[in-house]
C-alpha cells in the first residue's frame, strides 16, 4: 500500500506542469494559518499552497503551516483517509511543513502519534506565537 502511494505522488510530482519562471517573483518565506475544520476551506487552502509552490518553483518559497483548533481534525482523519494522506504527502514532499499546535493537542486529549505522521519537530507548545514568531523571522501571514 506504501509503495503504491509513492508511486502515485511520484506521477502527480511528474505530470503536474512546470512552473512558470520564478523570475517573475522575489523568493518567500510564507507561513499558512489553519484553524478551521470545513473540508472544502481546507481542500482550497491545500490548494493555495500547492499553486503558490507551483508559482515560484523549488528552492524559492518556504511554506510553513500552523495548524491548531479543529483544524488539528484534518490530520486526525487523514490516519483513516488515503485521499488526505496523499494531500499531505504531495506537500511535505515539496518541503512544505505542517507545524500543530501542543495546546490543541492537549484540548483534544491526544498526542502526536494520534495524527497522520506528525515528527515530534513539527510540534510547537502554542500555535498563535508560533506565527507571530515566524513573522518577526521574515516569513508573511497568510489565511485564506
Sequence with gaps: MRALKTLLLIASLLLSPLSLSSSFYNDQKVVYHMNYHDESRIAETMTNI?????????GHIDIKV??????IEYFIDALKSQEKQI???????????????????DGYNITREDLYEVEEEDV?????????????????????
Design 124 to 144: 510547537v507548545q502554542a500555535g498563535l506565537p508560533t506565527i507571530v514568531d515566524l513573522q518577526q523571522k521574515g516569513y508573511i501571514y497568510v489565511r485564506p
Design 66 to 71: 500552523v495548524v491548531h483548533g479543529k483544524a
Design 50 to 58: 500547492s499553486n503558490h509552490l507551483q508559482s515560484l518553483g523549488e
Design 87 to 105: 494531500t499531505i504527502d504531495s506537500l511535505r514532499l515539496r518541503d512544505v511543513q505542517f507545524i500543530m499546535c501542543g495546546n490543541t493537542l
